[in-house]
């Protein structure tokens, strides 16, 4: 009885196991820790000794339409799941643009899912401008905002024209961007965070992606 008993811990643990590693293959890291290998900018975007990325803007460099400075992929992609961690300070503001066709108007081209300092704000007052709306299309359906310091994981998954965010463990939109007032954005595109400009001191880790076939 005991030898069945821990035949059968055993197999349910490989199976776990093969699950789980099922489940990472496919995943390629976005930002290797150390350099910006894979991106382009003009921003001044800081890696630091604990694998984490910094936006600092220069001092003068003001405002989000500076779009050569936000940090953009080298490669288009069109169905993923992008995960991404970041912390912000308080009244921080950046954006995970993904999809967008002209890097030099991300704003226009490409879809913004917004990273607000939102913080303590009540859900009913939530708007496509707060921490995890998709700009000019829907707000979160929930505030899911850490305080300012603390890390924020967002999980964007794209395929098709459904859209879903996950913030910090809860699933906050899930859209069909077809009938949405970006439903003429492309289906490939590149992805980017932006520069707000400053004093806007953003860090940002753990950036991956896995492309769905």
């Given at each position: 009885?005991?030898?069945?008993?821990k035949?059968?811990f055993?197999?349910?643990?490989?199976?776990?196991?093969?699950?789980?590693?099922?489940?990472?293959?496919?995943?390629?890291?976005?930002?290797?820790?150390?350099?910006?290998?894979?991106?382009?900018?003009?921003?001044?975007?800081?890696?630091?000794?604990?694998?984490?990325?910094?936006?600092?803007?220069?001092?003068?460099?003001?405002?989000?339409?500076?779009?050569?400075?936000?940090?953009?992929?080298?490669?288009?992609?069109?169905?993923?799941?992008l995960?991404?961690e970041?912390?912000?300070?308080?009244?921080?503001?950046?954006?995970?643009?993904?999809?967008?066709?002209?890097?030099q108007d991300?704003v226009?081209?490409?879809?913004?899912?917004?990273v607000?300092?939102?913080?303590?704000?009540?859900?009913?007052?939530?708007?496509?401008?707060?921490h995890?709306?998709?700009?000019?299309?829907?707000?979160?359906?929930?505030?899911?905002?850490?305080?300012?310091?603390?890390?924020?994981?967002?999980?964007v998954?794209c395929?098709?024209?459904?859209l879903?965010?996950?913030l910090?463990?809860?699933?906050?939109?899930?859209?069909?961007?077809?009938?949405?007032p970006?439903?003429?954005?492309p289906?490939?595109?590149?992805?980017?965070?932006?520069?707000?400009?400053?004093?806007?001191?953003?860090?940002?880790?753990?950036?991956?992606?896995?492309?769905?076939?």
């Amino acid at each position: 009885m005991i030898l069945n008993m821990k035949k059968f811990f055993l197999i349910a643990f490989l199976s776990l196991a093969t699950l789980v590693q099922a489940d990472d293959k496919g995943w390629v890291t976005l930002y290797n820790g150390k350099d910006l290998t894979g991106w382009k900018t003009t921003g001044n975007w800081l890696p630091q000794k604990d694998g984490s990325l910094l936006i600092k803007p220069r001092p003068g460099e003001k405002g989000w339409q500076r779009y050569s400075a936000y940090l953009t992929s080298e490669k288009k992609y069109k169905d993923f799941i992008l995960e991404v961690e970041y912390k912000y300070p308080p009244k921080g503001n950046s954006g995970v643009y993904f999809r967008i066709a002209d890097p030099q108007d991300p704003v226009k081209t490409g879809i913004e899912c917004q990273v607000l300092d939102s913080y303590g704000k009540a859900n009913d007052k939530m708007t496509a401008h707060d921490h995890g709306g998709i700009i000019r299309t829907v707000g979160p359906t929930k505030n899911m905002s850490k305080k300012p310091g603390e890390w924020n994981k967002m999980i964007v998954t794209c395929k098709g024209y459904h859209l879903k965010v996950d913030l910090n463990g809860e699933k906050i939109v899930d859209i069909k961007l077809d009938e949405t007032p970006v439903k003429d954005r492309p289906l490939e595109g590149y992805i980017s965070l932006q520069d707000h400009g400053e004093p806007n001191n953003l860090h940002f880790r753990n950036i991956k992606i896995k492309e769905l076939k």
